[in-house]
């Protein structure tokens, strides 16, 4: 190689050698008749020294000319440094140059190549291959990659095969948006991108093949909304022969081997609640149990006290944030604003302190007398200081937005570290969920999970009751992962696309090979996909997953680097045989 | 899980033991009084028996219900067995049934699932889920996984870092075809699948990663030759600041790895060769080492000896078939035939034995001596009973036939045995190779190779005899891999991009992010990409990569299981703005 070490190995044991090292120039200080570079590779960074009237002048002359992200070849001797930089690895020694090359010089970047940047998120993304460059965003795919490989590592333990599926296949209506590929060799026909390989597997298994796994890219052409991408990747399972409690201790495992092996942390075994319940206790079916908080529901409580708010409304509940009863009136006023803005959707909020002495004061004190609010206090056993937050009105929306306060309230009360994982099995899903606008059931999960069998008597009578074997791995209120058990029976299959308002011409077309394989002997099987971009995320302790893509794109699914999609020349298309046709 | 142990797994030291064991009925015998009934899952075969007025009787009616390919669960006992079976690992036991259970009945496969099966090419692509339950089949994809483990743990373990580049990237018009994905949420514009991750691993070295690999799907519509696939996937690689020998040695490192660790060879170090001696030794930029059958020149030897078709040839050169001098006039005319094809190419063949008593008896007798036979025998280095094979022409058309015939002497004397490997480096590949059709240098390797120092001055006054820093992997006559150092300086890659006609406004819209990238300091950097699909095949010693694909396509790009590609609904097209219009 061009270089003896690179820029993150050298220690005080390899003073006096003499070694050549090559990277980017991070700064230089020229001072004194002392000139100093600080070199930089994706292992760290060494400090090189040139001195007047000691070193080659013809370095010394050529260090000078040297800017910022140079590329550079130096060689020298290591030496100790007269002040030690304890904040590299590398800052016992320094590099006393002797011959200097410049390898390649660099313009002046359009921002500063330092974890913290001066950079926007448009330039940066423009210039990735430069972002790229920064610490923080070389870690993240450096993590990225220790996952994958990890990943890899437990499943082949295991007994899985990764097995690729194929990226080119078969456009389906449900679901979302597929991307379609014209094929030139079949002239108006069109293959798909998966959203998943969700078929493909399920066929692995009628394969024998019994573990599968795949690190595979997915693709939707959804409408961006912040932190999605066009193309995705997951952490694709599936498994013959099994039961639910099976998948839920092989993947479970898979979790805390990444976090025992990447991480250096030890997860507790997962605790576990039904759909029911985490909708019941937290409004949301991937709540964030870094904190408690637990909802309280109160219509025994607070009705029939002549407060009309509370006597219409399907359903009053509320929230205990224990210890801030301190919240001032301009806090609570936020909190209102919050709770009532569209994405949240509550009409008001009410709230009641506990105070020193132990009465509560409330911002319905009208309604209710001393013994009330006493009352209600209890419901939440509530202690002074304690500040109590009710929400009112239909189940479903009051719910849906009391979630939205509690993490709100979680993030306010510094609950939510992103250092502290907290991790959730959701089990017992809802198999169907009726969608008002299509007038019809949608599957919750998708077409292919299972009903409980204890279940299986009510898809006649009331589908939308029946439970499904389909589980979510919820970490501090992130859905990573999901899966179901899955049909393996083709009567009950088919019944399944009846269900979904599928005629049996449709299904067959869009499904037949999957219904066919069905009646060739297949076995019980289930599976579970994480979303890897997500799970890295995570792990990193970041809010957006676009740090942990190399080359992601924005919200309008542009790549502004490269500059795709772009127009495509007249010939392509017309090999295509396709044209476009702008809407006017 | 619902077996206790698997098909494979049960020896004599288990008899005794209650298990449950889960599977396909791969037969059953019923014969005075006992039933039989081999299971089969991914892990073996396991005989299960069942004895009239001993069994339970349901179980016994049950069992006697099964066909081929049930999916059943059996519970029993484990017995020695009376006849052992050497050919299967749990041949010393059988299960003596107690409960029995259908899991899911079958129909009857359209083929039998045996390693030797009765289906055709085009039953078992439809059938592709069946197909793969075969054990030939299977065993095949397990090497493929354990090749892409083993790729990964080495690379890992040399301190590259596999990062994920994107699917939905930009059309350029350079190489083959790209398939197109048009966006709808840019209306009017495409994506393009990647044929290779090429510019995005640079841009990786440019943003400092070292040491990159990605094993990753690529697409080219081309059309499909036998045995190619519209996706195929590559071990793909890119390294900075490092040389040819760096290069050359780390992934000759993969390979021994992988053939040490997954097939238990240990290889030599690989030879090297350059192209233009392999041209000129094998007429081929992949020759097949596993035997030797060197191209001998004979211009010198043969010419002005009165044979018009020698005199007036470009080039006369021959093989020595050693050994074949027993080769029949209808064996010698079959391969007058055989070089006579249009893919072969030459006029026709001259032959010439060399008998036991050391004479020479030859096709072209009559134009040439004894003596000048003799000349001939010498310059092959010939000996009693060696047959002298030699083809007359242009010297490529020439070389290119003699390759063919050479490779077909080669199998039909038993010299090609798949089970042997025979390595070789072809190293200094011409930069550039003039086509005829568009009147112009095509980039031989791709526009991003690198020239060799020494022959830059070349490149304005001889841009033909320019050689690259360009490389291949050849294993048994297969390109298994390929690389180059690569341009890392703009005015080189601008000059480029001319040589091969594109304007600057061209190469800037095209390829504008990369040679920007290179101004902001791009390090010295190459790589290498291997093709998996072909890897896993000759490491299976089979011919065709399709049963190394989970799924492939057919020759019309068809996935004839999912029938894809299909028509898509008007109102898709409508939403991507798009028209099909198919020729007349």
Redesign the interface.
């Known amino acids: 190689?061009?270089?003896s070490h690179t820029c993150g190995e050298l220690r005080l044991e390899n003073v006096g050698q003499e070694v050549t090292l090559?990277?980017?120039v991070q700064k230089s200080r020229d001072k004194g008749g002392m000139l100093w570079v600080d070199l930089?590779?994706?292992?760290g960074i060494t400090q090189l020294s040139l001195e007047e009237g000691v070193s080659d002048p013809q370095a010394l002359t050529l260090a000078r000319t040297l800017g910022r992200?140079?590329?550079i070849k130096a060689t020298g001797t290591v030496i100790e440094r007269v002040s030690k930089n304890d904040k590299i690895a590398t800052g016992d020694i320094e590099i006393k140059v002797t011959t200097l090359e410049i390898?390649?010089?660099?313009?002046l970047?359009p921002f500063l190549i330092e974890d913290e940047t001066d950079g926007g998120d448009d330039l940066r993304m423009k210039?990735?291959?430069?972002d790229?460059?920064r610490s923080p965003v070389?870690k993240s795919?450096?993590l990225?990659?220790r996952m994958?490989?990890q990943t890899?590592s437990y499943l082949?333990g295991q007994g899985f095969?990764?097995?690729?599926?194929?990226?080119?296949?078969?456009?389906t209506?449900e679901g979302a948006?597929?991307?379609?590929?014209?094929?030139?060799?079949?002239?108006?026909?069109?293959?798909?991108?998966p959203q998943s390989p969700q078929?493909?597997k399920q066929?692995?298994m009628?394969?024998?093949?019994?573990k599968y796994f795949q690190i595979v890219?997915c693709?939707r052409?959804e409408?961006?909304r912040a932190d999605r991408q066009?193309?995705f990747?997951q952490i694709d399972c599936e498994l013959?022969?099994?039961?639910q409690e099976?998948i839920l201790n092989t993947f479970e495992g898979l979790v805390k081997h990444l976090f025992r092996t990447v991480k250096g942390i030890e997860l507790a075994d997962f605790p576990r609640m039904t759909y029911a319940d985490a909708m019941r206790l937290y409004g949301s079916d991937k709540p964030d149990t870094r904190f408690g908080m637990q909802f309280v529901e109160l219509n025994e409580v607070v009705k029939n006290k002549g407060f009309k708010v509370f006597d219409d409304a399907e359903l009053v509940v509320g929230i205990n944030a224990s210890g801030s009863a301190h919240f001032t009136r301009k806090q609570l006023d936020e909190l209102t604003d919050f709770v009532k803005r569209p994405q949240v959707g509550a009409t008001g909020l009410v709230y009641a302190r506990v105070q020193e002495d132990g009465s509560v004061k409330s911002s319905v004190d009208k309604f209710y007398s001393p013994e009330d609010l006493q009352q209600l206090a209890q419901a939440f056993n509530a202690q002074p200081s304690d500040l109590l937050l009710v929400l009112a009105g239909g189940a479903d929306r009051t719910r849906k937005a009391l979630n939205e306060l509690r993490l709100e309230m979680g993030t306010r009360l510094g609950m939510r570290d992103k250092d502290t994982f907290s991790t959730l099995w959701v089990l017992d899903f809802p198999l169907l969920e009726w969608d008002e606008e299509s007038n019809r059931y949608h599957a919750m999960h998708h077409p292919f999970t299972s009903p409980k069998p204890e279940d299986m008597d009510l898809i006649d009578t009331n589908p939308g009751a029946v439970r499904a074997n389909a589980y979510d791995m919820v970490i501090n209120g992130v859905e990573v992962g999901g899966g179901s058990i899955r049909i393996?029976?083709r009567a009950v299959q088919s019944r399944m696309f009846d269900l979904l308002g599928f005629t049996t011409e449709e299904a067959q077309a869009q499904f037949?090979?999957l219904l066919d394989?069905?009646?060739?002997?297949?076995?019980?099987h289930g599976g579970i996909a994480f979303g890897f971009d997500r799970l890295c995320s995570l792990f990193g302790g970041a809010d957006s997953i676009r740090d942990f893509?190399?080359?992601p794109?924005n919200n309008?699914?542009?790549?502004v680097?490269?500059?795709?999609?772009?127009?495509?020349?007249q010939a392509?298309l017309d090999?295509?045989?396709?044209?476009?046709?702008?809407?006017k």
């Not at 948006?177 to 991108?193: H, I, K, T």
């Not at 009628?206 to 019994?210: A, I, N």
């Not at 394989?517 to 019980?524: I, K, L, N, T, V």
């Open positions: 190689m061009l270089r090559t990277g980017w930089r590779d994706r292992y992200e140079f590329v390898l390649n010089p660099a313009k970047p210039y990735r291959y430069l790229l460059r070389r795919l450096e990225r990659h994958a490989q890899r082949d095969i990764e097995v690729e599926t194929p990226v080119l296949i078969k456009s209506p948006r597929d991307f379609v590929v014209p094929s030139r060799m079949n002239p108006g026909e069109f293959y798909a991108l078929t493909f066929l692995l009628v394969s024998g093949f019994d890219k693709f052409d409408d961006l066009p193309e990747t013959s022969f099994v039961t099976d393996h029976d037949g090979f394989a069905f009646e060739y002997g297949a076995p019980p893509i190399a080359f794109k309008s699914g542009r790549d680097m490269i500059d795709a999609p772009s127009s495509i020349a392509q090999e295509l045989q396709i044209d476009v046709r702008l809407k």
